[in-house]
């Protein structure tokens, strides 16, 4: 569908209030991102920068597919890839860390980045353009690619999550499934041609295989926004779980906790991944 003017409006919004880390998911997990610097900790290592885990990992740069530098980190080896998109929000990459090197500890490689325009990215010239976000996804897809990752499963969490969905509509070469934690902004205008606009409309064009993640009682997405998700999912190969109110929204569905201890949901997404990633 044709990119609207206020598609343009909302998505600069969203970044704006991405950069200013107020609204949207950014605010939403007391967990994500928060950067300490613990004496094991090297100048300019992960760990300094995003907080533990204190676990391998590489702080880079990427390119967007078109061009834009984006921050990124990269872990893990291997040729299962995980892409992970961040939360709207202050956090950004940093939110992912921890799951991050869970994922890259049993096997995947991964790339976790700053959308434009937030945290250490890169704005282009001008302001983002309406497809900013997807061309942020693709350029870690290829990064993967060129790493050596041969199937590649996009993981998203709340806005992200949104995101994921609508990326895996027209999947790059390599990409073989799709999780979303937690998604919300489902009909927020994230993209533009040639992908739909919106999760909603990108439900009924999912052919990879998916995973939705809710919890109950979660304040940004019911359980029936998501079950209406999983229901329109055009995919053959398809999950929806369904978690306690106390688990939270987005990427508090798979983080450790302070005394260490990780949902069990955390087992469940890793299974998912490697299965589609096999």
Known sequence: MAFRATSAIMLAAALALSVAGCGGSGARSANAGTATSPSSALPGSVTEVC????????????????????????AGSGERGVVLIPELGAAGKCGWWDYAAYLAARGFRVVLFDHRCTGESSCPPGGTAPTGLTSDIQGAVTRLRQQG????????????GAEALIAATLPQRGVTGVAALSADELSASLAADPYPATALAAAARLRLPVLFAVAKGDSYVSVQQTRQLYQEAGSRHKQLVILGPEQ??????????????????SRTLVAFLRTVTS
Do not use: K
Request: charged share 15%; hydrophobic share 45%.
């Open 51 to 74: 907080g533990p885990p204190n676990a391998p990992g590489r702080l880079t740069a990427i390119r967007a597919s078109d061009g834009v530098r984006l921050a990124a980190i990269e």
């Open 149 to 160: 990752a041969t199937a590649i499963a996009l993981l998203g969490a709340s806005q992200g």
């Open 248 to 265: 939270g929204h987005g990427w508090d569905l798979v983080t450790a906790q302070p005394d260490g201890l990780r949902p069990v949901f």
